[in-house]
């Protein structure tokens, strides 16, 4: 069959972005790069109205039920609800963190004020369109959300995006119905179907999927033989499924009994879908986006479960994410062959994280037990530190003092030399001997050209107050809490640190004891206390 152009129409300067029809047929806008969306007639193509305000691209268009309002969405952050017959603007919506990536209005007349907006940020906001009320903020996605549906209802929405799943949404409740899994990169567009009875999304990967909503079943799954498909839509009888992509649209039969993706196809498409999850995972742990990186892990891990690589990424994600006991239940499941593995120390960082104290200090200690004449300086110095986060029994302080110059004596660089330095100044603040621990402290600090460490300057904050200091401990732990509390933390010399959960927490502990001990005692040489013994 071959398809006939209607109408055609010029006025956009900038690539379009999107698009929508009024419910009669009447009229259809469209919004562009330019900073406006247009409003046009259906049957002569003659601009009937330009919507103008936005700083940014317009991202998305929407009619409502009755085009009576149009909504747009920006990459300035904003939605915008303008007069369908005037094009006087009527309200603006913030709220996103963020563009706005798309806006859709609720096609069901006693729902028609439900206006959905999904955004950069990842989430999803259900609001009135008459109000400008939020009824809910919709979190689940792990990556911007591109593109959503109302149901025929107007009882459900559906959301996709970047993290290449499609959730299902209650409009009432907010909760999360179903989940479903894209399986082909980034999803690109999403539709209901059959009285809202089917969903159906397409990817960038040129795959297309339909699920039966009532039991989450897949139906359908197509693939286009070539890349770029960006939206989807049902005949409205629910029979035909028109995908479009670039320069092409394709018409399918959406039969459920139909499946055209043959085996040796779907092998080919699982294995590009887990590659692409690989790549996500290891650039958004690179990026620092671990709540992202979490999701394309857990989407490998449920094709690979005994992978305990991926299960150990996972767990450093979650501790990043100060989710402690998915953390620790993922490190439970990559469990070390000694005592001094990481796996072992991030396991007893993550129970130190949720205040399991004495804990850490006994394993600490049995970390430092198992050092023998077979273990080079720069892993002395590693076990030593742990123990320095918290005070040592007496009868141990002069064993890691000892420990911590062979440390230094041994280092095989001038970097680990300075490393280990900062070691034993703390082994000589735990041991008592104040006036060295400054002493080696100033002294690596000066030799240092990122001018000290924020350790060097909570032990110097700490020894300066026993030797009775009061000023010079208060700067130093001033300085200390204002460079913790910064939020792109740096030394000196603009080198930038990379704050590992586990080395934070060491931060914090350490921190927290000098705050106490400034704030609740007089400067004074004090000594241990019993339960220091």
Not at 166 to 182: A, I, K, P, Q
Not at 265 to 270: K, P, Q
Not at 377 to 395: C, D, G, K, Q, T
Not at 465 to 489: D, F, I, M, Q, V
């Amino acid at each position: 069959m071959e398809a006939r152009i209607e109408t055609a129409i010029s006025g956009h300067t900038d690539w379009l972005t999107g698009a929508d029809v009024s419910r009669d047929g009447g009229r259809f806008a469209t919004s562009s790069q330019d900073k406006t969306a247009r409003v046009w007639n259906a049957e002569s193509g003659a601009e009937i109205l330009r919507l103008e305000g936005h700083s940014g691209s317009v991202t998305s268009v929407a009619f409502n039920v009755d085009a009576t309002r149009i909504a747009t969405a920006g990459e300035d952050g904003a939605v915008r609800i303008w007069d369908g017959s005037t094009g006087d603007l009527q309200r603006e919506l913030r709220g996103h963190d963020g563009s706005v990536t798309f806006v859709a209005y609720s096609p069901n007349t006693e729902t028609a004020s439900l206006i959905a907006s999904s955004g950069d940020d990842a989430t999803v906001r259900i609001r009135s369109g008459d109000t400008g009320t939020e009824f809910h903020c919709l979190r689940g996605h792990a990556a911007r959300v591109q593109t959503l549906a109302f149901s025929h209802d107007g009882q459900t929405v559906a959301s996709a995006g970047e993290d290449g799943i499609v959730l299902l949404w209650s409009t009432r409740t907010g909760e999360m119905l179903h989940e479903w899994n894209g399986r082909g990169g980034p999803v690109t567009g999403v539709c209901f179907g059959e009285g809202s009875r089917r969903i159906a999304c397409c990817t960038l990967d040129g795959s297309v999927r339909l699920w039966d909503v009532a039991s989450g079943q897949e139906a359908l799954s197509l693939h286009l033989y070539k890349r770029g498909a960006t939206g989807l839509t049902f005949s409205p009888d629910g029979r035909q499924l028109a995908v479009a992509g670039g320069a092409w649209v394709r018409l399918w039969n959406a039969d459920p009994a139909t499946r055209l993706l043959d085996p040796r196809l779907e092998r080919e498409f699982a294995d590009a879908n887990r590659a692409w999850h690989d790549r996500e995972a290891k650039r958004r742990e690179t990026d620092r986006q671990f709540a992202a990186a979490e999701f394309h892990l857990s989407r490998l891990i449920r094709t690979r479960p005994d992978d305990v690589r991926l299960i150990g990424r996972r767990a450093h994600c979650w501790a990043e994410l100060g989710k402690w006991e998915n953390a620790l239940a993922d490190f439970a499941a990559t469990p070390p062959a000694r005592l001094s593995d990481n796996v072992a120390v991030f396991t007893a960082s993550a129970k130190l994280a949720q205040g399991h104290t004495d804990e850490f200090r006994r394993f600490s200690l049995e970390l430092v037990d198992t050092i023998d004449d077979s273990i080079g300086a720069r892993e002395i110095n590693r076990r030593i530190w742990y123990s320095m986060l918290f005070p040592v029994p007496s009868h141990e302080s002069a064993r890691l003092v000892a420990l911590a110059e062979q440390a230094v004596a041994g280092a095989a660089t001038e970097a680990d030399r300075r490393n280990h330095v900062n070691t034993r100044a703390a082994a000589l603040y735990r041991a008592e001997r104040f006036e060295e621990a400054i002493a080696t402290l100033e002294d690596s600090i000066e030799q240092r050209a990122i001018g000290g460490q924020v350790e060097d300057w909570l032990f110097l904050a700490m020894a300066e107050h026993r030797l009775g200091h009061a000023n010079e401990a208060r700067e130093w732990l001033a300085k200390a809490e204002s460079w913790l509390a910064a939020p792109t933390r740096k030394y000196s010399n603009g080198e930038p640190t990379a704050s590992h959960w586990w080395i934070r927490i060491g931060w914090g502990v350490l921190a927290r004891e000098a705050r106490s001990l400034i704030e609740s005692s007089a400067p004074t040489q004090s000594t241990r206390t019993p339960a220091d013994e």
